[in-house]
């Protein structure tokens, strides 16, 4: 009757992992793509994007919008970039009233039952594309708008984001709202922009990356035309090797922008801890399942002891990232090297680890009523059942690895 009863436990338990679309992975459902992306050939990425994902549905989520308007940025649609972004910018908003169903649900389940945020990083990266997508249009003023609405949002995060985060603003979309400020003519606007990201340039403990000198020049010559020579001496002095060359009457500037790589994706981290009861007493039944878990993680039989219940976590955790590549530029006898502006596995990373408390105290939360749970369906309903409630409990288990997996690894 048991042995019936855990074959049909089986039985149940593989419908229920079949139905379970978060098991899969979410880097296992964008390989494909981010391989073809890696290879350059983005309008395959975009072919391998929609067979996944279709149409998004009625309800598409922040990875489908993600991804979706990247794609479509690469492959030179300037108008479905946009509407994907905009559309994604309004479930960013429309998520920050959490449901209490689905609060419970990821606590039953796993992370992967509640409607994805959004890393804070990546709600804001969303206005560096929207922006490029207008200036490959010719439309600065619209350029320049997407710039304002990343420095509010930025301030806004700065003001009232997690008291935990070390993420709170940003130093590139700083620098490139300034850019776009100036573009449109607004410098006084520019150079507070410039202030700012030289500011948070100079904290290489939260960003990793020295203020490019580009910033620097542009930082000088704005307060010099602004007439703030004071604060203009000020970075000159700090920043020696960076001083602006004189201007040459009837020349402009040209500002290269490149993205590098692609941003490290997320990977789960799975763990799993035997529970084991009997032995002859409690200090040797615990001693025992100290050892056995520390050697072999499997069900062995050592002075009475049985398996008892398979304690499964699973964290997520961001890929290692590359090196910046060394890029260079010349145009006709003049040549330099491009600087990295931007790190984004870094901030994946961070941001990660900001909220990685939470995270980590919600799995062992999860792991534990899943194993409250399976005591008292077996108590209940019999050994049997309690083997289906364990291996439920297992194979639910997965880590939340959805990300905005088609953006950079760095900007140049």
């Not at 149940?12 to 098991?23: E, K, Q, S, T």
């Not at 919008?65 to 479930?91: I, K, M, S």
Request: glycine fraction near 8%; hydrophobic fraction near 40%; charged fraction near 25%.
């Amino acid at each position: 009757m048991q042995l019936l009863q855990r074959t049909l436990a089986a039985l149940i338990l593989a419908g229920v992992a079949f139905l379970l679309p978060a098991c899969s992975g979410y880097a296992d459902k964008v390989a494909e793509l981010r391989g073809e992306l890696a290879a350059g050939r983005p309008e395959a990425a975009l072919g391998s994007f929609e067979a996944a994902y279709g149409d998004g549905g009625d309800d598409p989520g922040l990875p489908y919008l993600f991804e979706r308007g990247t794609l479509l940025y690469l492959n030179g649609d300037h108008a479905g970039c946009q509407t994907a972004f905009a559309a994604a910018e309004t479930v960013v908003d429309d998520l920050y009233t959490r449901s209490l169903s689905r609060e419970a649900a990821r606590l039953i389940f796993n992370d992967t039952a509640q409607a994805y945020r959004g890393e804070l990083f990546e709600r804001v990266w969303v206005h560096y594309y929207r922006a490029l997508a207008f200036l490959a249009e010719g439309d600065r003023s619209g350029a320049a708008v997407e710039g304002r609405a990343a420095v509010e949002d930025l301030q806004r995060m700065a003001d009232t984001g997690p008291d935990e985060a070390k993420y709170r603003n940003d130093p590139f979309l700083q620098y490139f709202s300034g850019l776009l400020y100036e573009m449109d003519g607004e410098l006084n606007d520019a150079w507070i922009n410039y202030v700012e990201a030289e500011r948070l340039y100079r904290a290489v403990d939260i960003y990793g990356i020295r203020a490019p000198r580009g910033l620097i020049r542009d930082l000088i010559r704005a307060g010099e035309r602004l007439g703030f020579d004071e604060e203009a001496a000020v970075y000159k002095e700090r920043y020696p090797e960076a001083a602006p060359a004189p201007a040459e009457e009837g020349l402009a500037e040209v500002l290269l922008l490149i993205d590098t790589g692609l941003v490290p994706g997320k990977i789960s981290r799975r763990m799993d801890f035997p529970i084991y009861t009997g032995g002859d007493d409690d200090e040797d039944a615990a001693w025992d399942t100290a050892a056995l878990a520390y050697d072999n993680w499997h069900y062995r039989e050592s002075r009475n002891l049985e398996l008892d219940y398979i304690l499964s976590i699973a964290l997520p955790a961001v890929e290692e990232g590359r090196a910046p590549p060394k890029l260079s530029w010349s145009a006709g006898e003049r040549s330099g090297s491009l600087e990295t502006a931007a790190d984004l596995g870094a901030l994946s990373r961070q941001c990660l680890e900001d909220r990685y408390g939470a995270v980590m105290i919600r799995t062992v939360a999860r792991a534990l009523l899943k194993y409250w749970a399976k005591e008292k369906v077996e108590e209940k309903h019999g050994e049997g059942w309690g083997f289906v409630a364990d291996i439920f409990g297992s194979v639910t288990e997965v880590a939340d690895t959805r990300s905005w997996s088609t953006l950079p690894e760095h900007v140049h």
